[in-house]
């Protein structure tokens, strides 16, 4: 792929990375902070979160959130953001002739919320129905228990968007205080890809984010590496489903492996023609949806499989997927089930990056978590060099039963009964 990125520093340590398309018609542009829930202590849980739903209520210039939304969606253009564990991410889409106009509104936001305490109050609802809707998901749900199951009370396996007494609870000082600790230069990345030039986007951030104050980040609580907390949660409830959600702790986000887990994740539980999806569902007929996941961190990572099963076949459902589990740390993968692997985990990372939005989130999140973004040929031509072998060695490495951890939700779930299920 020909497609590159240039990385700026400017005055104070902010970051631009220019990814330039010329045959787009669209330019994206991603505020990255390295601020997440992880960052956060027991009494702010849902502070990053519910001050990104603050940033967009209204600033001196534009007093309302009506208005920050008519700058952005006046020229034709998407406003929208995001709260993960180790970052926050703030982001517009718009024509490539109002560059500056997506960058302006954002800066505006970051350095002139208003945050002013009705505006508060009234969001402080919103955030509360948002956290009542995860828990009325079942399957949702399940990934939140199972994140509390594997990381106990540290801020890994507390849920992102916190809790509705925490929610309750957050004053404007409190977001105050959070973005004078973590919201400095030196914790952001400003990543712009389309139809734009490095010189052109980093004048344009030079302009709007000149007052940017210099502050590091702290220091967030590492992982323990005793985890899981608790081998299984389960909650009970009137549904007709048993949503099952099994993890174990996978790779750092760094760790040289991570190519090696890409194409083990393909090959377990990725697409129809995945192991879990012809084991579960074609063979056995014991789910409809099933799948695997990766999910990477600076100190840690967590495999999940996921499935919905009736709750007759639960046992057995997750008897199969840890016995699929297994079958990959005791036997070598055939040559041919590997090329397929490795085609697709190649294949859907290409397809993946082909619009100027995915690949200004790539280089940005690239750029913040790791510090350099790595070359998208790089990336293919490991994935490629992955071998029998190395699939083995990383499955001996993370498909561990005695650190597996199970959640389930749905009818008569007993937590005992699903310890036994996973016992060693």
């Not at 997927?321 to 859907?348: F, M």
């Amino acid at each position: 792929m020909s497609v590159s990125s240039e990385v700026s520093e400017l005055s104070g340590g902010l970051r631009v990375v220019t990814t330039s398309i010329p045959s787009a018609q669209s330019v994206s542009i991603n505020i990255f902070v390295g601020a997440g829930s992880r960052g956060e202590e027991p009494r702010t849980k849902g502070l990053a979160h519910f001050l990104e739903h603050m940033m967009f209520k209204g600033t001196p210039r534009r007093p309302s959130a009506i208005q920050v939304a008519e700058a952005i969606e006046g020229a034709g253009g998407v406003l929208n953001a995001y709260t993960a564990k180790e970052m926050t991410c703030y982001w517009d889409q718009v024509p490539d002739d109002r560059l500056e106009t997506g960058i302006e509104v954002l800066a505006d936001m970051l350095h002139n919320a208003l945050l002013a305490p009705e505006e508060i109050d009234r969001e402080r609802s919103v955030v509360q129905q948002e956290i009542k809707r995860t828990k009325d998901q079942p399957g949702a749900w399940a990934g939140e228990l199972l994140g509390r199951a594997m990381y106990g009370d540290h801020p890994m396996g507390w849920s992102t968007a916190g809790t509705e007494d925490t929610v309750a609870a957050l004053s404007q000082a409190d977001f105050r205080e959070w973005i004078g600790q973590w919201y400095g230069a030196p914790n952001i990345v400003v990543s712009v890809a389309g139809n734009a030039s490095t010189d052109g986007v980093n004048a344009l951030v030079v302009r709007h984010f000149q007052n940017r104050h210099a502050a590091k980040a702290p220091v967030v609580v590492s992982v323990d590496d005793d985890i899981p907390s608790r081998r299984a949660i389960g909650e009970a409830r009137p549904i007709s489903q048993a949503n099952v959600a099994l993890g174990m702790p996978a790779l750092p986000r760094g760790d040289p492996d991570r190519y090696a887990l890409m194409v083990l994740n393909s090959l377990l539980g990725r697409g129809m023609s995945s192991r879990l999806f012809r084991e579960v569902r074609e063979r056995r007929g014991l789910a409809y949806s099933v799948g695997s996941a990766v999910s990477r961190h600076s100190d840690t990572g967590l495999l999940a499989v996921s499935a919905g099963v009736s709750p007759e076949n639960l046992r057995e459902a997750v008897q199969v997927i840890l016995t699929e589990l297994e079958k990959l740390t005791q036997e070598p993968v055939g040559d041919e089930e590997l090329t397929k692997a490795r085609d697709y985990t190649v294949g859907s990372f290409r397809l993946s990056l082909e619009t100027p939005m995915a690949l200004g989130q790539r280089a940005g999140e690239n750029l913040l978590t790791l510090g350099v973004i790595e070359p998208i040929d790089s990336v293919v031509e490991k994935l490629r060099l992955v071998n029998t072998e190395d699939v083995s060695r990383v499955a001996q490495r993370v498909l561990r039963r005695e650190r597996a951890a199970l959640s389930v939700v749905g009818p008569d779930i007993r937590e005992d009964a699903l310890e036994e299920m996973i016992g060693t």
